[in-house]
């Protein structure tokens, strides 16, 4: 039965959480040298990418530049340790954010996490707290070994987000109430599919 289900949607980074988790992950994996060492790289690569003929902005190109040079070849059980081991205890909450989580998982509401975060951080970051399902930026693997690419699915940001968003909305609904929590500009796609909105 559907009649009255409500979903509430979250971003992650600078919503439910402060800050952003991915440069700390990176450092927890590769070292400050490291990610120092290739940012410079990843954001010529970035720069001197293709544009809108791939469907991916500048930032997109970046980051998965940098993931790349930090993260390919790397076995996916050895990162996932590193993101619960040293990224999981670093873990700041938004403290109305968590509650309004908690209100919203206490009321029998389907909670979703859409988040542009990697996979292997999610992972971590959330297994302590009550969600329905979570949409974020998967990495590829081959035979438990990261490529250093993003899966098919893309990075889960921006309009990538919001298109992520309504697919699963149009899968697990209807819903005769949704909620959205983000922040601006970049949840803006999401937030505008959502019935109430409220921007952190």
Known sequence: MTEGRVLAVFDWDGTLAEGDCLFPFLVAVAGPAACALTWGAALGEGVAGPGDATGKDLRTRVKEAWVRRLLQGRPLAEVREVARTRLRPQRRWRTFMHATLERHHAAGHDVLIASGALDVC???????????DRLCTSLET????????????????????????????????????????????????MLNLLDNRVVV
């Open 122 to 132: 999610m992972d971590a970051l959330l297994d302590d707290v009550p969600h329905t």
């Open 142 to 189: 081959r035979d438990g070994i990261l490529t250093g690419s993003f899966t098919a699915e893309g990075n889960c940001v921006r309009n990538r987000k919001a298109e992520r968003v309504a697919a699963w909305i149009a899968d697990h609904g209807p819903y005769a109430t949704t909620w959205g929590y983000g922040n601006l500009p970049h949840d803006l796609p």
